[in-house]
């Protein structure tokens, strides 16, 4: 809700449903519905406390589950069992089925329930082309961090040595700097070729630290340009 400016009623980047999305990714069919309730109570309290009424909040909730089961479903049909982000193959199934169809097909009903209950004043066309973009960008840089930290991340971690702490920390902080320097302090008339300044890091990230790296260090860089960028940096 940080993201989200009046009067529009779809928030730039929303986390959420790419957390309830990464969920069913990683644990089997019969306990969806268990991950879905397990969701509802955080739903609830973030949206009243933002003083949205309650039949929205229903009807939001079941959009945001449809495009979780649609994206999950899909995927794990495709591929046959768990998501892990190993191969270009598996890849191409995500971009297609978490961070594309399931998002457009529930952006029809997401939208639907905001004209139907008059929550913000955009249409209906508008309103599914920004539901869209924000959770297409949201699943893209927060599902691949949730999957790989829960299959590869604690084993990696153990199996680490000292050197590749040490590494680990020297690129994530230099990342953390220069995505700083250049993503808010740069002010109108400042060079533009800048902005390429990340790259190294993030090619670093996905030399060494393969899909775990890449995705953490590509969150940090995705979520520090729209915090910035939608703030006015």
């Given at each position: 809700?940080?993201?989200?400016?009046?009067?529009?009623?779809?928030?730039v980047?929303?986390?959420?449903?790419?957390?309830?999305?990464?969920a069913?990714l990683?644990?089997?069919?019969r306990?969806?519905w268990?991950?879905?309730l397990?969701?509802f109570?955080a739903?609830?309290a973030?949206?009243?406390?933002?003083?949205?009424?309650?039949l929205?909040?229903?009807?939001?909730f079941?959009?945001?589950?449809?495009?979780?089961?649609?994206?999950a479903?899909?995927?794990?049909?495709?591929?046959?069992?768990?998501?892990g982000?190993t191969?270009?193959?598996?890849?191409?199934?995500?971009?297609l089925?978490?961070?594309?169809i399931g998002?457009?097909?529930?952006?029809f009903l997401?939208?639907?329930?905001?004209?139907w209950?008059?929550?913000?004043?955009?249409?209906y066309?508008?309103?599914?082309?920004?539901?869209l973009s924000?959770?297409a960008?949201s699943?893209?840089?927060?599902v691949?961090?949730i999957?790989?930290?829960?299959?590869?991340?604690?084993?990696l971690?153990?199996?680490a040595?000292?050197s590749r702490?040490?590494?680990?920390?020297?690129?994530?902080?230099?990342?953390?700097?220069?995505?700083?320097?250049v993503?808010?302090?740069?002010?109108?008339?400042?060079?533009?070729?800048?902005?390429?300044?990340?790259l190294?890091?993030?090619?670093?990230?996905?030399?060494?630290?393969g899909?775990?790296?890449a995705?953490?260090a590509i969150s940090?860089?995705?979520f520090?340009?729209?915090w910035s960028?939608?703030?006015?940096?």
């Amino acid at each position: 809700f940080a993201l989200t400016f009046q009067p529009h009623p779809v928030s730039v980047l929303w986390p959420p449903n790419a957390i309830v999305v990464a969920a069913p990714l990683l644990t089997p069919p019969r306990l969806w519905w268990f991950v879905l309730l397990a969701a509802f109570p955080a739903h609830l309290a973030a949206q009243l406390q933002s003083d949205v009424p309650p039949l929205m909040i229903v009807c939001w909730f079941i959009s945001n589950a449809w495009e979780a089961l649609i994206g999950a479903a899909l995927t794990r049909y495709v591929i046959g069992g768990p998501m892990g982000f190993t191969s270009l193959p598996r890849v191409g199934i995500f971009c297609l089925c978490v961070v594309f169809i399931g998002p457009l097909l529930s952006s029809f009903l997401d939208a639907a329930f905001v004209m139907w209950n008059h929550w913000g004043q955009d249409g209906y066309w508008e309103l599914i082309r920004m539901r869209l973009s924000s959770n297409a960008v949201s699943a893209l840089i927060i599902v691949p961090v949730i999957v790989t930290w829960v299959t590869d991340g604690v084993q990696l971690l153990r199996a680490a040595s000292r050197s590749r702490y040490l590494e680990a920390c020297a690129l994530f902080l230099g990342l953390l700097a220069v995505s700083y320097v250049v993503l808010y302090e740069l002010r109108a008339g400042a060079d533009l070729a800048l902005l390429f300044l990340p790259l190294p890091f993030l090619l670093w990230a996905a030399v060494r630290f393969g899909a775990l790296g890449a995705s953490t260090a590509i969150s940090i860089v995705g979520f520090l340009a729209i915090w910035s960028a939608s703030h006015g940096h």
